[in-house]
């Protein structure tokens, strides 16, 4: 009874890899149909496993992705049996979040699909982390405009179009005179509240085309 034994042994730890993965497992049938989810399916996404079983996986859609995504995304899985990617996902209390997914085909031995199994995890923390550091990297801390990076960019932009269209750009620099007396008779947190006003100010007189970047 060595081989059933193996086998036994093989079923208990698929058994328990299933159920405590740190990501979310999902396996529906062909058509769809989701067939058995594990515990971090319900963490992830607040779905008890009862409340999805013989429903489909669009009950999680968060219509931030359009039909030609997921178009493209069957086509990866009939043609090559797998899709890697990024994909924006609901929860059961509506809120929006991000996820890694691997989409994989299940086959037989005549090597027709049987199911799919698709693990994801929420990356929705660090896909915000990575907006802050975006952010930081391109944004004034104070006055929240573009900082002489940004705008380092957007003026190669800004030149490029006007040689193909070959009209004009026009770039401004402005000096604010006297700004250091401001600092040194009212103190910082002063200047640094004229600052931030100066610059809304300038910017709701400007287009939304126009760029007004802070240098300093």
Do not use: C
Not at 4 to 14: D, I, Q
Not at 29 to 50: C, Q, Y
Not at 131 to 154: C, G, K, S, V
């Amino acid at each position: 009874i060595t081989e059933r034994k193996e086998a036994e042994a093989g079923l208990k730890l698929a058994a328990s890899v299933f159920t405590h993965s740190h990501e979310a497992i999902m396996i529906t049938g062909v058509d769809g149909t989701i067939l058995s989810t594990n515990e971090a399916f319900t963490r992830i996404t607040g779905h008890d496993a009862d409340e999805v079983i013989g429903r489909n996986p669009s009950l999680l859609s968060s219509g931030v992705q359009d039909s030609e995504f997921y178009a493209a995304l069957w086509h990866s899985l009939l043609e090559h049996g797998h899709w890697y990617g990024e994909i924006w996902n609901r929860r059961k209390n509506g809120e929006v979040f991000a996820a890694m997914q691997t989409i994989s085909a299940v086959r037989d031995n005549q090597g027709r699909i049987t199911q799919f199994v698709a693990l994801f995890s929420d990356v929705t923390t660090l896909k915000e982390h990575e907006r802050q550091l975006e952010r930081i990297a391109h944004y004034d801390a104070l006055t929240a405009l573009p900082n002489r990076m940004l705008l380092a960019d957007r003026l190669q932009q800004g030149m490029a179009v006007a040689r193909r269209s070959g009209r004009t750009l026009a770039v401004v620099f402005l000096d604010l005179d006297g700004f250091k007396a401001i600092n040194d008779s009212h103190g910082h947190k002063a200047g640094d509240q004229l600052l931030v006003t100066l610059a809304a100010r300038m910017k709701d007189v400007l287009r939304d085309v126009d760029t007004l970047a802070r240098l300093g």
